[in-house]
């Protein structure tokens, strides 16, 4: 079921992000057209190239006739870059426009200045071409330069904007094909539609007008003679053009066709090899029918499922093994249930160090304790009164009364917990007031549910509490026989290589579980334990059973055991030897033996116990004021507990143990410290990562159904984007930041959000908190690896983009890495439940600040604010490095595309790749920092500030 509702939820992920893919989509378009008038009008392109060319003073119109009545012209400033000292995208474009100065045509390319005017501006302009009244002619004209006086078309490999009389030659990329060749034509039949080639009976192929060239000869120019000719002049390329699909240009004057087994995209100056799985026929614009990427995923499938097969057989053969070796016999029939309630563990563990320092009994005494609970108003609600009680080792004491009595408020007051109130009295612990938190390496507490690792076998279970919290110099072979003892003592050694189970996957019983959860506790040789409610939701037999064995125990090691206990029948009753009865407000009505119990009731406050009723229940209805006295009054509360203090107060009271033994249990106490010398940092963390790597082994697949979804993702988005243009690149990166998002932090929901209960356990038994989660932080970086590289696969392979898969896959695996740490903050913020729709929020809220829509530049305007919205977007720093990537893969003949784009969304090009990653590391970084802050303060929150 569990795993069906993660599917479900999942699946409502990838249904919005298809929604969200669309509308996306769509909406750049708008962009598109928006580039395309930037590219139209210039105005953009001024703004762009600000930060680059430097403009000399001047008129702020360049056409403005100067004060002679001469055009004046002001010329950029452009300094004169390295090709390996570039440091922006305009100035390579600008170096290799200035090449052409190496070339044969050298002597008519343009000069730095026309360069600079054909990029900072969409109308360039020579001064030779400017006559005041008149519009450019000649030379001047789109597709023709001046050749020594002669205008001529320009050559291949070459280009002649409009008003420019000079040659750029084609950037990479680029494809600047032959000027067309003259062609005859019948001057009495209309040719194209183009009257004018009819005129002169020639026209340049098929749709261009040859232009008329007057040659003067120098005669002419000194008045002797004129003697001139007309020459039919036929343009070359007014633009540089990128090479077409299916076709690559080793320069631009030479195309050809794509072969066979290679794909070719514009601009391309060589073909590029099609991948495995993959076919490119002739004249390929890509790779068709590529199914790399599922081929390495069956790969990769089978290496982890191979991998979880073998873990599996060799623990089948490890218990397989400790079942042949074992000479436990399982329970049998009602014969059986008798044997197993009268079994006990035939002998103890003594070693060195726990006659030496571990071993000394613990006497617990509440010494006139209240607790008062704040309210919102009022005054405070007083929830335990004056409560004196003593609990002394070897015995196991049942606390008991009706709701709202106090009875947990005890537990949480033993346990320091009680933080949420105001606690005034004396805890003493063998006759010394102590801090309750000296204890927490030696004090047991086992929680009215069964807080454990449901993915571990009992005997794991055992082991990683035994490893954690029993003594550094404890020797492996000590350690497991205390596993080995405690499994026996409490019955489970038959069931001890059996998974623990849960809803989704069937493991032990309930009772079974329970003692487990008891287990946990007393594997740790504790020296107080406290069981809050330990036969809730057990029948009567396995309620009697747990009670009994924990007798037993408390018996022969000394220990002193608290019980809240809620209706025990009759004999779990008798079982008990102390009782602590609390009556409403918090009171003590009765502290003493189990046996005196009902004489008590029955001879001080004249109740007399109705026939045949269950002792429990009998005490329980007096002290609830349900039973009428003999004569026919009903006890109030505060009536029963006067009338104890009364009782006690009035006989002779003796110490359980005698004033001899009292000095002794003192001065071992003075002498010896409460704290446990518990393995260090470096032990626990390695302890921890080895558990947290099983519980990933043993959660296959939840994690195989994760990668599943994340293919799903990738499929979709490279499926539906194959071959994306730098128009709808922005987009794409988008939609991509929010599969990662959405896939990374919902599956790191999981690596603390459904364990807070076991980590406030652990961390309440004085475990090391910051090596949990240091260790479960690292367990989980193989999955967050696999994560990665199968998304890359998949994605890279649909989506093809002309970036470096490496480049790709290092922003897709940091934006991993920063989100997996988002999802620890969410699931430390929010409930398990709220969790995921706050997953949702911050996925799509980070990519509408992302700078796609609304710009970088929009939201900066909102000064403080706006910029640092989007430095707390992932999103921003997913998408810049990508789209950098990207864009800086495309030949340089885009260049005006490239530049739009990048000013459109306010990116910087050449330098941002590294700094995004590593700002994106460091948001990573940085959310698990606040996880882990969040996760100290979550248990260090409620602790008692006595």
């Known amino acids: 079921m569990g795993v069906l509702l993660a599917c479900g939820s999942r699946v409502t992920f990838i249904c919005a992000f298809l929604f969200l893919q669309n509308s996306m989509l769509t909406s750049s378009e708008d962009v598109n057209e928006n580039e395309a008038i930037y590219q139209s ?106 050749r020594s006086g002669v205008t001529a078309g320009a050559p291949p490999g070459y280009f002649s904007p409009a008003r420019l009389s000079c040659l750029l030659k084609c950037l990479d990329g680029a494809h600047c094909e032959e000027k067309d060749v003259l062609k005859q034509v019948n001057k009495s039949l209309p040719w194209s539609g183009l009257p004018e080639c009819s005129l002169l009976g020639y026209c340049c192929g098929t749709s261009k007008i040859p232009f008329v060239s007057h040659i003067v000869s120098p005669l002419d120019v000194h008045g002797n003679e004129t003697n001139s000719s007309s020459v039919l002049v036929c343009p070359g390329m007014a633009d540089e053009v990128p090479c077409p699909d299916g076709h690559f240009c080793v320069n631009a004057s030479y195309i050809e066709t794509c072969p066979s087994g290679y794909f070719c995209r514009a601009g391309s100056t060589q073909p590029k090899r099609c991948p495995m799985e993959s076919w490119c026929p002739r004249g390929s614009e890509t790779d068709i029918t590529n199914f790399t990427g599922v081929t390495l995923l069956i790969v990769f499938a089978f290496v982890v499922l191979t991998g979880v097969q073998i873990y599996e057989y060799r623990r089948r053969l490890e218990i397989k093994r400790r079942k042949q070796g074992s000479i436990y016999e399982d329970e049998m029939g009602v014969e059986g249930q008798r044997l197993l309630l009268e079994s006990l563990p035939k002998a103890r563990i003594t070693t060195a160090h726990e006659s030496s320092s571990e071993l000394y009994e613990l006497e617990v005494e509440m010494k006139d304790i209240s607790l008062d609970v704040p309210q919102k108003s009022g005054a405070p609600l007083r929830v335990l009164s004056h409560v004196s009680a003593t609990f002394c080792p070897g015995e196991i004491t049942a606390v008991m009364g009706p709701s709202g009595a106090g009875k947990t408020s005890i537990v949480s007051v033993l346990m320091g917990q009680a933080g949420y109130g105001n606690v005034s009295g004396d805890i003493r612990f063998n006759g010394l007031v102590r801090p309750v938190h000296d204890f927490k390496t030696i004090t047991g507490y086992v929680s009215q549910d069964d807080v454990m690792h449901t993915r571990l076998t009992v005997r794991e279970a055992l082991v990683y509490q035994a490893q954690l919290r029993l003594p550094q110099t404890w020797t492996c072979k000590e350690t497991k026989a205390r596993v080995d003892q405690t499994l026996e003592a409490l019955a489970i050694r038959d069931i001890a290589d059996s998974i623990i189970g849960d809803g989704e996957r069937r493991g032990i019983s309930g009772g079974q579980r329970k003692r487990v959860n008891i287990g946990m506790e007393l594997v740790t040789r504790p020296r107080l334990l406290v069981l809050d409610e330990p036969t809730s939701g057990l029948d009567a037999f396995a309620s009697l059973q747990i009670v009994q064995l924990l007798r037993k125990i408390a018996s022969q090691d000394s220990l002193t055991v608290i019980a809240v206990i809620h209706q025990p029948r009759f004999e779990v009753f008798r079982s008990f030897d102390k009782l602590l009865l609390l009556t409403r407000g918090g009171l003590v009505a009765y502290n003493g033996s189990i046996a005196d119990t009902e004489s008590y009731f029955v001879n001080e406050l004249g109740v007399p116990k109705p026939y045949n009723c269950n002792p ?92 599943f979804l994340i293919v799903l993702g990738a499929a979709f988005l490279g499926g539906s984007n194959a071959n994306f243009s730098i128009h709808h690149a922005m987009s794409v990166y988008v939609l991509n930041s929010i599969v990662v998002g959405l896939t990374t932090m919902t599956a790191s929901l999981r690596v603390f959000g459904q364990y807070h209960p076991i980590y406030r356990r652990e961390a309440g038994a004085g475990i090391n908190r910051v090596a949990y989660f240091l260790a479960a932080n690292l367990s989980h970086f193989p999955i967050l690896f696999c994560y990665s590289v199968v998304y890359m696969v998949v994605l890279y392979s649909l989506l093809t983009p002309r970036s470096h898969y490496i480049d790709v896959w290092i922003v897709i695996a940091a934006g991993m890495f920063a989100t997996s740490g988002l999802g620890y903050l969410v699931s430390n913020l929010f ?84 700094f995004c990653v590593f700002i994106l590391c460091i948001f990573g970084l940085a959310t698990r920092l606040l996880s882990m802050i969040l996760m100290l303060a979550a248990t260090s929150k409620g602790r008692t500030k006595k």
């Open 831 to 914: 409930s398990h439940r709220s969790a995921q729709m706050a997953v949702v929020v911050m996925a799509l809220t980070s990519a509408m600040l992302s700078g796609q829509s609304p710009t970088l530049a929009e939201i900066h305007q909102l000064k403080v604010v706006g910029p640092t919205m989007t430095s707390m977007s992932y999103a921003r720093w997913m998408c810049q490095p990508l789209f950098e990537k990207e864009v800086d893969s495309y030949p340089t003949v885009f260049w005006r595309t490239i530049v739009g784009s990048t000013n459109y969304y306010n990116f910087t090009m050449g330098s941002r790749y590294t």
């Open 616 to 707: 429990a229940d009998y005490i329980i209805d007096v002290v609830s004021g349900a039973l009428p006295s003999t004569e026919g009054e009903l006890h109030a509360p505060a009536y029963i507990a006067g009338a104890w203090q009364s009782h006690r107060d009035g006989r002779a009271f003796v110490e359980e143990a005698g004033p001899a033994k009292m000095h002794e249990m003192q001065l071992e106490l003075k002498t010896k410290s409460p704290k446990r010398n518990i393995p260090s940092f470096v032990r626990q963390f390695f302890i921890f990562l080895c558990r947290e790597m099983v519980l990933h082994v043993r959660s296959i697949r939840v994690i195989l159904l994760d990668i």
């Open 41 to 146: 009008t210039g105005e953009e392109d001024d703004v762009a190239y600000q930060n680059i060319f430097q403009h000399q003073d001047g008129p702020e119109n360049p056409l403005e006739p100067a004060n002679d009545g001469g055009p004046t012209l002001s010329v950029p400033n452009i300094p004169t870059h390295k090709k390996k000292e570039n440091t922006s995208y305009l100035g390579r474009v600008y170096t290799e426009y200035m090449t052409c100065v190496n070339t044969s045509m050298k002597e008519y390319c343009c000069d730095a200045s026309n360069v600079k005017q054909y990029m900072t501006t969409t109308e360039p302009y020579d001064l030779s071409c400017i006559v005041p009244g008149l519009s450019p002619r000649g030379a001047c004209l789109a597709g023709l330069y001046n």
